[in-house]
């Protein structure tokens, strides 16, 4: 079974930024698409970013635009969200999904992400 792992959350001022970091130690990992979601309380799930593994192209939510990036380093197996200017509407904890099923030209917002780590919280303070 395949485990992403997350890291980078913390505990922040309004303004601030942070980098959070996805990575897999499986060495045969591959997927479709990669993305970043987030679930403050009382609040449903929000897909933030997401990026195609083996193919140019990503998708940023309108929530975050301008201020949040996703990349890739597939070399390293690993996902990052540089998260720039946070507000403390950003609270919230952050999950790392991989969408292992295709078809492999979905929308990267309608993929079924099919494993998760375990999220990292992300706390921003005025």
């Known amino acids: 079974q395949v485990q992403l792992v997350e890291s980078g959350g913390g505990l922040v001022q309004a303004g601030d930024s942070l980098r959070l970091s996805c990575s897999t130690s499986?060495?045969?990992?591959?997927?479709?698409?990669m993305g970043w979601f987030r679930q403050a309380p009382g609040k449903e799930r929000e897909i933030v970013a997401a990026?195609?593994?083996?193919?140019?192209?990503?998708f940023t939510g309108d929530s975050v635009k301008g201020r949040f990036t996703i990349s890739k380093d597939q070399a390293k197996k690993a996902v990052y969200l540089q998260m720039n200017d946070l507000k403390p509407e950003d609270t919230a904890v952050y999950y790392c999904?991989?969408?292992?099923?295709?078809?492999?030209?979905?929308?990267?917002?309608?993929?079924?992400?099919?494993?998760w780590g375990q999220g990292t919280q992300v706390t921003v303070s005025l």
């Open positions: 999904a991989a969408a292992t099923r295709g078809p492999w030209n979905s929308p990267l917002s309608a993929f079924k992400y099919d494993i």
């Open positions: 499986e060495p045969t990992f591959s997927a479709y698409a």
């Open positions: 990026i195609r593994w083996n193919r140019v192209g990503s």
